[in-house]
């Protein structure tokens, strides 16, 4: 990157970790390399590579979507690297120049290259961050064969992780043969279980029997709790970059000074250090995802479309509205705690951290970007505290209302009277929920969505049409 180390002006500062990249080695492919990434797991290697016992862990990015190839092709100009900003609830601003990615691929120009290195034996570790939605699973975390791009990817396709893993992986079993882990970043419960069986359930209908066998019995696959807001990146902070410390760097990204990294301690090959950058290496990751997903996940999706509603733009706007923060409370207390139960975690605790990292004011996340992608994440999400609070023999009615804003957000931004363009992969997915009693009921019975809660549960139904009916009252004007 052009002048990446120009002299700092002022009290600026601009950290660098202590190593040569020149003397590193890469020891980790990623699949994903989005924002998050690269305000997440990227840091954590950049500072373990500081480490004396750290320099066979750099990254290799990959890129496997061809609408990505746009940014992925200007983070390979500037050699991986990019300035970090972090802002604290205060105000105060930390930048670091990241410089871990060691290599770029853009694997929806040229897999085979991403086939080689993966099949190479000095990469011990795959990560992946391919959203929520890019594991294609369905409610009984079925792989959705019929999805076109499974179909295609199944008939010798490029398209999603899983025939780059399938041919990367295939060729290191005829090749180096060594043992490999694959763990995943992404907000799912048990992620490194699904990417399992989607991976598996591939194989089996690739009809790869000695594939099928190798990985189970060379790979792992560990799952992860990962925790730091990302905005999407904006041009208002590569100014900031290029005022205070002459650099063109267009693609800083920002995030919040909180970060957190908990991984099951279950490696195949060899053992990443990650514990000396303080990731937590646990035997069980569960109760700290649950934690994170049904409190920050959920309670970022529960506020977001009732903030959408408002016209906030952005979340700490949200959680500064009177009403909005009162029901995230009531959600959190009422709902999401309750739906938990015992946990080693102290959740009541870890929700007033969550409630002031929603407030910073400095981080500017969008409303819009936290709408992105509702029919994925409200089963992941939401439908846990939603199934709980009836099992417990409760009424999860604030979880219901968001629910209910949820179906209003779909057809106000369809209508072209909400300022949000809603980002949503599975748009084709909510055609049956039409704006009348046919598609309240269809919305409301969706098996995706809900599974088979609405037939145990019938007031489910009765309860969430009064919902959107009140909803779409108070917002009809």
Request: net charge negative.
């Amino acid at each position: 990157m052009p002048n990446m180390l120009a002299p700092t002006r002022g009290a600026d500062q601009l950290l660098v970790q202590n190593y040569e990249k020149d003397a590193i080695s890469p020891g980790v492919m990623h699949l994903g390399v989005g924002a998050f990434h690269r305000a997440h797991q990227a840091v954590y290697f950049d500072r373990l590579l500081a480490q004396p016992e750290g320099k066979n862990w750099g990254l290799i990015g990959v890129n496997i979507r061809p609408q990505d190839s746009q940014g992925f092709a200007q983070l390979s100009e500037q050699n991986g690297e990019y300035v970090l900003k972090t802002m604290s609830p205060k105000g105060q601003a930390l930048y670091e120049h990241i410089r871990a990615i060691t290599q770029l691929v853009d694997g929806a120009i040229e897999p085979e290259t991403v086939d080689h290195l993966m099949a190479d034996e000095q990469i011990q570790l795959i990560t992946t961050t391919v959203t929520e939605g890019g594991y294609y699973l369905d409610e009984n975390n079925q792989l959705m064969q019929d999805h076109p791009l499974i179909k295609d990817d199944l008939s010798s396709g490029r398209n999603t992780l899983y025939a780059f893993l399938y041919a990367g992986l295939k060729k290191r079993s005829e090749t180096s043969g060594s043992k490999i882990t694959l763990l995943c970043c992404d907000n799912l419960r048990h992620n490194g279980k699904l990417l399992k069986t989607g991976l598996l359930q591939f194989l089996k209908a690739k009809q790869d029997e000695s594939l099928h066998a190798w990985v189970l019995e060379n790979c792992s696959f560990p799952s992860s709790m990962v925790d730091r807001i990302t905005p999407k990146p904006s041009i208002e902070h590569q100014k900031d970059v290029q005022s205070r410390f002459n650099i063109e760097d267009n693609m800083t990204v920002m995030a919040e000074d909180f970060i957190q990294w908990v991984v099951e301690d279950d490696f195949a090959g060899e053992r990443p250090p990650l514990h000396k950058v303080d990731v937590q290496l646990v035997e069980d990751v569960t109760p700290f995802e649950e934690a994170k997903i049904r409190i920050l996940n959920a309670g970022h999706t529960c506020v977001a479309y009732q903030a959408a509603l408002k016209d906030l733009d952005y979340f700490d706007q949200a959680m500064m509205d009177i009403e909005l923060k009162v029901y995230f409370s009531d959600f959190i207390k009422q709902d999401a705690i309750p739906a938990i139960g015992q946990s080693v975690v102290d959740l009541s605790s870890y929700a007033k951290v969550i409630a002031l990292r929603f407030s910073n004011t400095n981080i500017g996340d969008t409303v819009e970007r936290i709408c992105t992608d509702g029919y994925a994440k409200f089963p992941i999400f939401v439908y846990p505290t939603l199934a709980g609070i009836y099992q417990l023999g409760g009424i999860p009615n604030k979880t219901i209302d968001a629910i209910a804003s949820w179906f209003v957000f779909i057809h106000q931004t369809a209508q072209g009277k909400l300022q949000v363009n809603y980002h949503e992969p599975n748009m084709d997915k909510l055609a049956a929920f039409t704006n009348d009693e046919k598609g309240i009921h269809a919305f409301a019975t969706d098996t995706y969505l809900w599974q088979d809660l609405p037939e145990a549960y019938p007031d489910f139904v009765s309860r969430l049409s009064r919902s959107i009916k009140q909803i779409q009252l108070r917002f009809s004007a």
